[in-house]
């Protein structure tokens, strides 16, 4: 058994993905007579551990850690270090001795930035107000274990069964929010931007609201133009060195969107349209915000903090 007391941070949805984390690495390392779910286990990990990063990091701007920077770098290096190794596995061939050497340098890296990194977060999240903990949101994660969910349940006291209490069977159905806080760049402007644009996807997720859809896609329409721009005037000031593949890829979902757009125009509102745009549009902008925007985000902040020093 990997997972152990000693890297309980007391933070609950830290500890539990903590613990579900050591547990697919353990998973790993025994698959020696399943070689075919490897690298699929492989995929799921590196999945997994960008999630968990942004849901610390989420945290991190949540409370303005002042460390904040220097963590995510180590989780950036890290994330890059696991997709190397899983390409160099499968160049070697599958090979298990390097299977073995990356099982084991995920656990020493985990080990030590746990015990450290992790540990140093953990003693200024416990000095915060009891208020201000309470106030802290992130989401729920489903990937969890079976043999964890109890652990999770426990600590988060999140409800992790699939079905609904009959209280809630009996309440008018919401659709769940497409946002969440592992989102955030912490760049204000662009945070509150982002929040608008996944409120107007959920409109189109939620089928009770086909009377709005219309609307709702030339406001988009509109915002996506507007939100782009926004971005894209503060690439130019910040001069940031990849501003030009940065706006190429805004240009490319621009046309996408109005190609979509349109074929739902001419549907008539058939729902087969209706799901592929809400489908393109909410993957395409996750992606986008998670890796391409969290990368300007990375590059901005650094500079803000370099001008105040």
């Given at each position: 058994m990997l997972w152990s007391p000693v890297f309980q941070c007391q933070i609950p949805h830290i500890d539990a993905q903590h613990k579900a984390l050591f547990e697919h690495i353990e998973k790993l390392g025994t698959m020696h007579g399943n070689i075919a779910r490897i690298p699929e286990t492989l995929e799921f990990l590196e999945t997994y551990t960008n999630e968990h990063f942004s849901?610390?990091?989420?945290?991190?701007?949540?409370?303005?850690?002042?460390?904040a920077l220097e963590h995510q770098r180590q989780h950036q290096g890290f994330a890059r270090h696991i997709g190397k190794?899983?390409?160099?596995?499968?160049?070697?061939?599958?090979?298990?001795?390097?299977?073995?050497?990356?099982?084991?340098?995920?656990?020493?890296?985990?080990?030590?930035?746990?015990?450290?990194?992790?540990?140093?977060?953990?003693?200024?999240?416990?000095?915060?107000?009891g208020e201000k903990k309470r106030s802290l949101r992130l989401p729920h994660r489903p990937w969890i274990p079976e043999s964890s969910q109890s652990f999770y349940q426990e600590a988060t006291g999140i409800r992790t069964k699939k079905e609904p209490s009959p209280a809630i069977k009996s309440v008018t159905r919401v659709t769940a929010s497409s946002w969440s806080d592992a989102m955030l760049c912490g760049i204000p402007l662009i945070d509150e931007q982002?929040?608008?644009?996944?409120?107007?996807?959920?409109?189109l997720r939620d089928r009770g609201n086909k009377d709005r859809i219309p609307n709702v896609l030339r406001f988009l329409a509109d915002y996506v133009v507007k939100h782009f721009n926004d971005e894209e005037s503060i690439h130019l000031r910040s001069r940031y060195p990849q501003a030009s593949e940065h706006r190429k890829?805004?240009?490319?979902?621009?046309?996408?969107?109005?190609?979509?757009?349109?074929?739902?125009?001419?549907?008539?509102?058939?729902?087969?349209?209706?799901?592929?745009?809400?489908?393109?549009?909410?993957?395409?902008?996750?992606e986008h915000v998670m890796k391409v925007d969290k990368q300007f985000a990375t590059y901005y902040l650094a500079l803000e903090e370099n001008r105040e020093g």
């Open positions: 849901d610390e990091q989420s945290l991190h701007q949540q409370t303005r850690y002042p460390r190794m899983r390409t160099d596995y499968t160049a070697s061939g599958h090979n298990l001795s390097t299977l073995m050497e990356m099982n084991h340098a995920i656990v020493e890296w985990l080990n030590s930035h746990i015990l450290s990194s992790d540990k140093q977060f953990a003693e200024f999240y416990h000095a915060l107000p982002h929040r608008e644009l996944f409120r107007q996807i959920d409109i890829l805004h240009v490319n979902f621009i046309q996408t969107f109005q190609e979509l757009k349109a074929k739902f125009d001419k549907s008539n509102g058939d729902l087969s349209a209706i799901l592929e745009l809400n489908k393109v549009v909410f993957e395409w902008l996750r």
